[in-house]
C-alpha cells in the first residue's frame, strides 16, 4: 500500500525520502503547481500520476495518456516520477520528450490518445513544477476534476492494477511542426523578432516561423533552464523591453514572444511598443470575421470592452460572449459555443476550425497575427493597433497574496463593491453602473471605466487590471480607488508591476 501523502515534510530526513510530500494549495482550479522541494517531492508527484490514473479510470475512459516535459532542469525527473504513479493505476503512456504544452495537445489528436499529462510550471519561476492534465481533447481539467483529483491523492486512495505500458514516441516535435507548416508560405516578407526568453518554445519556434516564409530575428532562443536573462513570461516587462529594443535595432515589422511552454504570444509593435493580448484579440477578430462574418467570440473577464463596442465588430456581426478567467474556463466555453476563437488577456487564445483545434498554442496564435498582417500588406502592426477606438488600460498586476488566504481577500474586496453599489457610493468620482461578480468582481462607473480583482490560479497572487475608455487619468484613478480597497487588507502584498 502507497502512503498516505503528508501536507509538510522537512528536507534533509528520512521521512522525507520514504514519504510522498503533497501540499493541498498545489490543486488548482485547472492544473496543479507547487514548489519542488518545498511543497511536493517525487514521491509526491509519484503519487499525483497513481491519483490522477485513477481518476481517468473513475470517470470511464480508456486509460492512456499523452505525457511531455518543458526545458526545465528538474522536469524530466518529475515526468518520470509521474509516469511511474501512472504506470502502477495501469495507465499506457505515450511520452513525447521534451515539448512545448500545444504539443501535448497536439499529440493527443495525432496519435488517437484520449488523456494528457504536461509536467510544466509554465511562465512561473524556475522552483515551480506543474501538470497540465486533461481526459476530453481540446479540454483539460476544470475545478470538478482537479477537486475530486486532489480528494484521491490525499487520501490515497489509489486503484492501482498494474498492467501499464510505456512508450517512447520518437522525434514527435517533426510531425508537430509539419502540422502547423503544411500551409501556402506568406506572400508578404515579414521580419519578425521571435523571443523565448531561453525557455523550450526556442527548440521549435524559429523553425515555424522561417518555414512559413517569415525573416526571423532570434532572440534569446537558446535552451538554458536558468532563465539567465529574464523567466520567458510575455506580461513580464522585463521580457517586453527586451522585444522592444531588439525590434528597434532591426527594423522587425512585429516582436512575437513566447512563454516558457509555449501556449501564449506576447506582441510588440514595429515602434516597439507592446500590444496587450486583449487588444491583439480584437484585431484578430476584426480580421477573422472579415472571412467569417457573424461569429461568436468567448472573451475573459479581465480583458477590454472594446469586443462590444468596436464599430468594425459590430459592423461584420460579432457576439462577444465575455467569460470566466483561465485557459481551461475559456477552452471549455469556446468549446462548447463553437465559438470562432477565444481570446484571454493573458495571452491564451483558442482557435476553433478552420484556425486551430481549440486548444491554447502560442505558434498557432503566432500564425493568426502573422496571417492578419499577410491579408493587409498596406499597414503596419502599429497602424493595425492604431485603427482601435482608443482606450488606456493597465498590465495585469499582481500583489503577493498567500494562497490560505487570497479567495476570502477576493470575497471582502466582492462584498465591498456589492454595498457600495446597494448604497449608491461612488468609485473614482462616478456612480456605479454595473457589478459583475463571474470571477472576482469587476466594478464598472457610468463613463465605462473598469477594475477587476479576482485571485490568480496558479500563484499565491491576486489579479487587478483597470481601463478607460475616457482617459489615462480615468484609468489611474480607479486604480486608485481599486487598491485603495485592498490597501484595507494588510495580507495583500506588494505589486509585481504597476501603472
Same mark, same amino acid.
Given at each position: 500500500?502507497?502512503?498516505?501523502p503528508k501536507?509538510?515534510l522537512?528536507?534533509?530526513?528520512?521521512?522525507?525520502?520514504?514519504?510522498?510530500?503533497?501540499?493541498?494549495?498545489?490543486?488548482?482550479?485547472?492544473?496543479?503547481?507547487?514548489?519542488?522541494?518545498?511543497?511536493?517531492?517525487?514521491?509526491?508527484?509519484?503519487?499525483?500520476?497513481?491519483?490522477?490514473?485513477?481518476?481517468?479510470?473513475?470517470?470511464?475512459?480508456?486509460p492512456?495518456?499523452v505525457?511531455?516535459?518543458?526545458?526545465?532542469?528538474?522536469?524530466?525527473?518529475?515526468?518520470?516520477?509521474l509516469?511511474?504513479?501512472l504506470?502502477?493505476?495501469g495507465? =499506457?503512456?505515450h511520452?513525447?520528450?521534451?515539448?512545448?504544452?500545444?504539443?501535448?495537445?497536439?499529440?493527443?489528436?495525432?496519435?488517437?490518445? @484520449?488523456?494528457?499529462?504536461m509536467?510544466?510550471a509554465?511562465?512561473?519561476?524556475?522552483?515551480?513544477?506543474?501538470?497540465?492534465?486533461?481526459?476530453?481533447?481540446?479540454?483539460t481539467?476544470?475545478?470538478?476534476e482537479?477537486t475530486?483529483?486532489?480528494?484521491?491523492?490525499?487520501?490515497?486512495?489509489?486503484? =492501482?492494477?498494474g498492467?501499464?505500458?510505456?512508450?517512447?514516441?520518437?522525434?514527435? @516535435?517533426?510531425?508537430?511542426?509539419?502540422?502547423?507548416?503544411?500551409?501556402?508560405?506568406?506572400?508578404?516578407?515579414?521580419?519578425?523578432?521571435?523571443?523565448?526568453?531561453?525557455g523550450?518554445?526556442?527548440?521549435?519556434?524559429?523553425q515555424?516561423l522561417?518555414?512559413?516564409?517569415?525573416?526571423?530575428?532570434?532572440?534569446?532562443c537558446?535552451?538554458?533552464?536558468t532563465?539567465p536573462?529574464?523567466?520567458?513570461n510575455?506580461?513580464?516587462l522585463?521580457?517586453?523591453?527586451?522585444?522592444?529594443?531588439?525590434?528597434?535595432? =532591426?527594423?522587425a515589422?512585429?516582436?512575437? &514572444?513566447?512563454?516558457?511552454? &509555449?501556449?501564449?504570444?506576447?506582441?510588440?509593435?514595429?515602434?516597439?511598443?507592446?500590444?496587450?493580448?486583449?487588444?491583439?484579440?480584437?484585431?484578430?477578430?476584426?480580421?477573422?470575421s472579415?472571412?467569417?462574418?457573424n461569429?461568436?467570440?468567448?472573451?475573459d473577464?479581465?480583458?477590454? &470592452?472594446?469586443?462590444v463596442?468596436d464599430?468594425v465588430?459590430?459592423?461584420?456581426?460579432?457576439?462577444?460572449?465575455?467569460?470566466?478567467?483561465?485557459?481551461?474556463?475559456?477552452?471549455?466555453r469556446?468549446?462548447?459555443?463553437?465559438?470562432?476563437?477565444?481570446?484571454?488577456?493573458?495571452?491564451?487564445?483558442?482557435?476553433?476550425? @478552420?484556425?486551430?483545434? &481549440?486548444?491554447?498554442?502560442?505558434?498557432?496564435?503566432?500564425?493568426?497575427?502573422?496571417d492578419?498582417?499577410?491579408?493587409?500588406?498596406?499597414?503596419?502592426?502599429?497602424?493595425?493597433?492604431?485603427?482601435?477606438?482608443?482606450?488606456?488600460?493597465? @498590465?495585469?498586476?499582481s500583489?503577493?497574496?498567500?494562497?490560505?488566504?487570497?479567495y476570502d481577500?477576493?470575497?471582502?474586496?466582492?462584498?465591498?463593491?456589492?454595498v457600495?453599489?446597494?448604497?449608491?457610493?461612488?468609485v473614482?468620482?462616478?456612480?456605479?453602473?454595473?457589478?459583475?461578480?463571474?470571477n472576482g468582481?469587476?466594478?464598472?462607473?457610468?463613463?465605462?471605466?473598469?477594475?477587476?480583482?479576482?485571485?490568480?490560479?496558479?500563484?499565491?497572487?491576486?489579479?487587478?487590471?483597470?481601463?478607460?475608455?475616457?482617459?489615462?487619468?480615468?484609468m489611474?484613478?480607479?486604480?486608485?480607488?481599486?487598491?485603495?480597497?485592498?490597501?484595507?487588507h494588510?495580507e495583500?502584498?506588494?505589486?509585481?508591476?504597476?501603472?
Open positions: 500500500m502507497f502512503p498516505k501536507l509538510s522537512s528536507p534533509n530526513t528520512y521521512a522525507y525520502e520514504s514519504e510522498p510530500l503533497v501540499k493541498p494549495t498545489g490543486f488548482r482550479e485547472y492544473d496543479a503547481r507547487w514548489l519542488l522541494g518545498k511543497e511536493i517531492n517525487l514521491m509526491g508527484v509519484q503519487a499525483l500520476g497513481m491519483g490522477l490514473g485513477t481518476l481517468i479510470r473513475e470517470m470511464g475512459v480508456k492512456e495518456i505525457t511531455g516535459h518543458d526545458f526545465r532542469g528538474y522536469s524530466a525527473s518529475v515526468k518520470t516520477s509516469i511511474s504513479g504506470l502502477a493505476s495507465c =499506457t503512456v511520452d513525447i520528450g521534451l515539448a512545448m504544452t500545444p504539443m501535448a495537445y497536439f499529440a493527443q489528436f495525432e496519435l488517437d490518445v @484520449p488523456c494528457v499529462a509536467v510544466t509554465s511562465h512561473n519561476d524556475n522552483g515551480w513544477t506543474g501538470v497540465k492534465m486533461g481526459a476530453n481533447r481540446p479540454l481539467f476544470g475545478p470538478d482537479m475530486r483529483l486532489k480528494e484521491i491523492v490525499l487520501a490515497a486512495a489509489f486503484k =492501482t492494477p498492467g501499464g505500458a510505456y512508450h517512447f514516441v520518437e522525434n514527435f @516535435p517533426a510531425r508537430y511542426i509539419a502540422d502547423l507548416t503544411r500551409r501556402p508560405k506568406l506572400k508578404r516578407k515579414l521580419k519578425v523578432v521571435c523571443a523565448c526568453g531561453n523550450t518554445a526556442g527548440a521549435f519556434a524559429p515555424v522561417e518555414a512559413i516564409g517569415c525573416d526571423v530575428v532570434k532572440l534569446d537558446e535552451l538554458d533552464h532563465f536573462k529574464y523567466n520567458p510575455p506580461e513580464d522585463e521580457m517586453l523591453h527586451a522585444m522592444r529594443d531588439e525590434v528597434l535595432r =532591426t527594423k515589422d512585429v516582436g512575437l &514572444g513566447f512563454d516558457g511552454d &509555449g501556449d501564449r504570444c506576447g506582441v510588440v509593435d514595429d515602434h516597439g511598443e507592446e500590444i496587450f493580448a486583449d487588444k491583439v484579440g480584437v484585431m484578430l477578430a476584426r480580421d477573422m472579415a472571412l467569417h462574418p461569429s461568436t467570440f468567448v472573451v473577464v479581465k480583458s477590454t &470592452g472594446l469586443y463596442t464599430p465588430l459590430q459592423k461584420n456581426g460579432v457576439k462577444a460572449d465575455y467569460w470566466k478567467t483561465g485557459h481551461s474556463y475559456m477552452k471549455r469556446t468549446h462548447e459555443l463553437q465559438a470562432l476563437a477565444g481570446f484571454e488577456k493573458s495571452g491564451h487564445y483558442f482557435f476553433n476550425k @478552420p484556425f486551430g483545434r &481549440g486548444y491554447d498554442d502560442g505558434l498557432v496564435s503566432a500564425l493568426a497575427i502573422c492578419m498582417m499577410d491579408r493587409n500588406p498596406g499597414k503596419s502592426m502599429s497602424e493595425e493597433k492604431n485603427a482601435l477606438p482608443k482606450t488606456w488600460g493597465s @498590465p495585469t498586476m500583489p503577493h497574496c498567500d494562497d490560505e488566504k487570497k481577500i477576493v470575497d471582502a474586496v466582492v462584498k465591498h463593491f456589492e457600495a453599489k446597494r448604497k449608491g457610493e461612488k473614482a468620482g462616478q456612480p456605479i453602473r454595473d457589478v459583475v461578480t463571474v468582481v469587476r466594478v464598472t462607473v457610468e463613463d465605462g471605466t473598469w477594475g477587476l480583482v479576482r485571485a490568480s490560479s496558479n500563484k499565491p497572487e491576486l489579479v487587478v487590471v483597470v481601463e478607460s475608455p475616457a482617459s489615462e487619468a480615468r489611474r484613478e480607479m486604480f486608485k480607488a481599486v487598491d485603495g480597497v485592498l490597501r484595507t494588510p495583500v502584498g506588494a505589486y509585481n508591476q504597476t501603472i
